[in-house]
């Protein structure tokens, strides 16, 4: 296993070069001159010349790179245009906010999605299994600034019993967190359907039964046990999806993380934030993503098999 997490940490490193290289030369390409940013639009000539001489713009592109890196492997990431603040001590006050929301988003997904999907498998061709179907296409479908408003005109505007934004404790969490969570439990219901009708038609779920193993037994142990592989596999893979839909939800809602922040400084031609906030946020993609294969090599018999063969 200890082979597997080391495998997974090495690629990890070449990604994030080529993820950030890629996101920084895009930004390179964006209308506006930082330095006129700076200057404002009544300096003359020679000040803006003199301040992209002092951010090293004039520098190749390749050299602007790698001071960029270098800063960001210290934590340097320069400072805002508009707050005069450090880049990244911005994004590490925005990221726990962004988490929450994130993580409360899935566990919604998860509570609601798992259970959802082993009732419509058991059901099977029933107006049960009908109706589930129906809720993961609605979820996969639905736009979630939609979603989002629709709550908002729902439970704040109207029946008035939750917040219709900012951070004002727990129960302001709860709609956003239902808004990024929403499409996320359709995706996995369906994914929780399809992997445990593979599972019942198995030949072991037929031996347990004829074995005196009670329903209720083979389905939460036995099939689920073996249903979870492509399950986590499809939670995994929505991981993205979480973070994307954050950044709509607390546009929508004002929740202060990350998509926020990001959405504020592209209104305000904030080069630097913009910049670190959507290098830093692939980094955690990926240590996202990094974690998941963890999980999935945990559950997977196969991988460990393989790993340590090779010892």
Request: hydrophobic share 50%; net charge positive.
């Amino acid at each position: 296993m200890s082979r597997y997490i080391l495998k997974r940490l090495a690629m990890l490193i070449p990604v994030i070069l080529i993820t950030s290289l890629l996101i920084f030369w895009a930004m390179s390409l964006t209308e506006g001159d930082p330095a006129l940013i700076l200057a404002g639009d009544k300096a003359s000539p020679e000040k803006v010349e003199e301040i992209r001489e002092e951010l090293g713009l004039n520098d190749p592109f390749i050299v602007q790179y790698g001071r960029y890196m270098k800063g960001m492997v210290t934590g340097n990431m320069g400072k805002s245009y508009i707050t005069k603040k450090d880049v990244f001590k911005t994004f590490m006050q925005k990221l726990p906010n962004t988490l929450a929301l994130g993580g409360a988003a899935v566990l919604i997904a998860i509570i609601v999605s798992i259970p959802l999907g082993i009732y419509t498998a058991i059901h099977q061709n029933t107006f049960k299994d009908t109706a589930g179907m129906v809720f993961a296409l609605f979820g996969t479908s639905m736009p979630n600034f939609w979603l989002g408003l629709m709550l908002i005109i729902i439970f704040a505007l109207n029946l008035k019993i939750l917040p219709s934004g900012g951070k004002s404790g727990l129960a302001s969490l709860i709609l956003p967190a239902i808004t990024v969570g929403f499409g996320l439990a359709a995706l996995i219901t369906r994914t929780t359907r399809s992997s445990m009708l593979d599972v019942l038609r198995q030949d072991y779920m037929v031996t347990a039964r004829a074995k005196g193993c009670s329903e209720k037994r083979a389905i939460l142990v036995h099939a689920l046990k073996n249903a979870l592989i492509p399950i986590i596999t499809a939670i995994g893979l929505q991981m993205s999806l979480v973070i994307t839909g954050s950044v709509l939800a607390e546009t929508v809602f004002s929740w202060p993380g990350i998509g926020r922040l990001v959405y504020d400084s592209i209104s305000k031609r904030d080069t630097p934030m913009v910049t670190g906030a959507i290098i830093m946020s692939s980094v955690l993609m990926l240590i996202i993503n990094l974690v998941v294969d963890l999980v999935y090599a945990f559950f997977d018999p196969r991988i460990k098999a393989q790993y340590s063969r090779k010892r």
